[in-house]
């Protein structure tokens, strides 16, 4: 196994928080395969980039000879994680948690390596804290032990409480029962985001209560999106999603601010930075997507991503392959088309695009205010990158 120091070297890159180095020092000293532990609440269904930071470097620990252990909570999902939220989230049925649980396992192994992966549902043992025979641990150790004012002490809670949200007591409970996770399976290492802090340190004093040796907190910054401002998610459109195709996930990569990108070469790769950054903004961005859809799908689509970059950007050329979307009643608002046909992720996002002249129909620059309607396939062009073909009614 790599020394210590190497180790350590790869595993600290990007890390915004440890606790602590000395006690990782120490397990890696021990020269065995460690226990690394990440847990993940299927709440979507589809991964994005911003997930991937924690995958990489959990990939990081496999490379190093290491296991991960991969909990996914079907339990803790059924209540929902508060972490940076200013309200509670709405419940999952659990035909929604076992469908995402589904899709979360096939684009988790596009980053992991499965064969060392442990993967376990929390619902395994934090379900049985609910039965007649092992009840009694719950209020026992679990609430007996923990007050409301150590629980409250979150940032989060704090916020919606003094701006009069509503707290559930299921959600009091969250941290307790993810960090039970880490003694159920006797972690050593937990990975989270740096907003998952709180319930990470809740497991090492869980680990210590039940007389195991607490883990090491190890956690990761949000990513941006391509936006360079918000942190990578669905609802402000500004994600990269596992399941884009290769010329989407190349052509957004291409789309990222140049001085976020350096962050995502830190975070998402172990490019040797001094390297990097050597080179011209543009190779590098190209490089990275390269590096991107090489991981997730394959070598040869990110060359065929970096060539079909080059045709349709340098020379404005319109992608041989170009998804179709049908008009609904014969015509469509073009606000309302841009939102349907998922080229733009909100009505006010798509009034912007189309005020700075960005949107075309057959070449010919729509404004704001039109109706589309169209006799026979038309490609509708939103900014530089993103195409649809539109089909008469």
Same mark, same amino acid.
């Given at each position: 196994?790599?020394? =210590?120091?190497?180790?350590?070297?790869? #595993?600290?890159?990007?890390?915004?928080?440890?606790?602590?180095?000395?006690?990782?020092?120490?397990?890696?000293?021990?020269?065995?395969?460690?226990?690394?532990?990440?847990?993940?609440?299927?709440? $979507?269904?589809? #991964?994005?980039?911003?997930? =991937?930071?924690?995958?990489?470097?959990?990939?990081?620990?496999?490379?190093?000879?290491?296991?991960?252990?991969?909990?996914?909570?079907?339990?803790t999902a059924s209540i929902g994680d508060p972490s940076g939220r200013d309200a509670t989230r709405?419940?999952?049925?659990?035909?929604?948690? $076992?469908?995402?649980?589904? =899709?979360y396992q096939d684009q988790v192994f596009r980053v992991l390596d499965p064969a060392k992966t442990e993967v376990r549902q929390n619902g395994e043992w934090l379900y049985d804290l609910f039965d007649r025979k092992s009840a009694q641990f719950?209020?026992?150790?679990?609430?007996?032990?923990? =007050?409301?004012?150590?629980?409250?002490?979150?940032?989060?809670?704090?916020?919606?409480?003094?701006a009069g949200q509503p707290i559930s007591l299921l959600e009091l409970m969250y941290p307790l029962f993810q960090g039970f996770d880490s003694v159920a399976v006797r972690s050593d290492v937990e990975l989270g985001g740096h907003d998952q802090l709180f319930n990470l340190m809740m497991g090492r004093e869980l680990q210590r209560q039940a007389g195991q040796k607490p883990q090491?907190?190890?956690?990761?910054?949000?990513?941006?999106?391509?936006?360079?401002k918000r942190k990578m998610s669905k609802s402000y459109g500004n994600h990269i999603a596992l399941n884009d195709a290769p010329?989407?996930?190349?052509?957004?990569?291409?789309?990222?601010?140049?001085?976020?990108?350096?962050k995502y070469y830190e975070l998402l790769t172990e490019e040797d930075l001094e390297l990097v950054k050597a080179q011209h903004p543009m190779e590098a961005k190209k490089e990275l997507g390269k590096i991107i859809v090489a991981r997730f799908c394959g070598a040869q689509a990110a060359s065929a $991503?970096?060539?079909?970059?080059?045709?349709?950007?340098?020379?404005?050329?319109?992608?041989?392959?170009v998804e179709d979307f049908r008009l609904s009643g014969g015509e469509m608002d073009v606000v309302d088309l841009m939102v349907a046909a998922e080229l733009a992720p909100s009505k006010n996002e798509a009034r912007r695009?189309?005020?700075?002249?960005?949107?075309?129909?057959?070449?010919?620059?729509?404004?704001?205010?039109?109706?589309?309607?169209?006799?026979?396939?038309?490609?509708?062009?939103?900014?530089?990158?993103?195409?649809?073909? #539109?089909?008469? $009614?």
């Open positions: 196994m790599t020394s =210590t120091e190497q180790q350590l070297k790869r #595993i600290l890159r990007g890390t915004t928080k440890v606790v602590s180095d000395g006690e990782l020092r120490s397990r890696l000293d021990e020269g065995r395969p460690l226990r690394v532990k990440l847990g993940v609440d299927p709440t $979507a269904p589809d #991964i994005h980039l911003g997930h =991937t930071v924690v995958l990489s470097k959990l990939r990081t620990f496999q490379d190093l000879g290491h296991t991960v252990v991969f909990i996914i909570g079907d339990f709405p419940a999952l049925s659990d035909e929604a948690i $076992a469908a995402n649980i589904r =899709t719950l209020p026992k150790t679990l609430l007996r032990q923990h =007050t409301v004012q150590q629980l409250m002490e979150r940032d989060d809670f704090t916020e919606r409480r003094n090491v907190v190890l956690t990761m910054p949000l990513l941006e999106g391509l936006d360079g010329n989407d996930i190349f052509g957004k990569i291409m789309s990222v601010p140049d001085d976020l990108m350096w $991503a970096a060539e079909n970059f080059r045709n349709v950007f340098s020379h404005g050329e319109i992608p041989e392959q695009l189309l005020a700075q002249g960005g949107v075309e129909l057959g070449g010919r620059r729509l404004a704001l205010g039109e109706r589309v309607a169209v006799s026979e396939p038309t490609v509708l062009r939103v900014g530089k990158r993103r195409f649809k073909k #539109i089909l008469p $009614a």
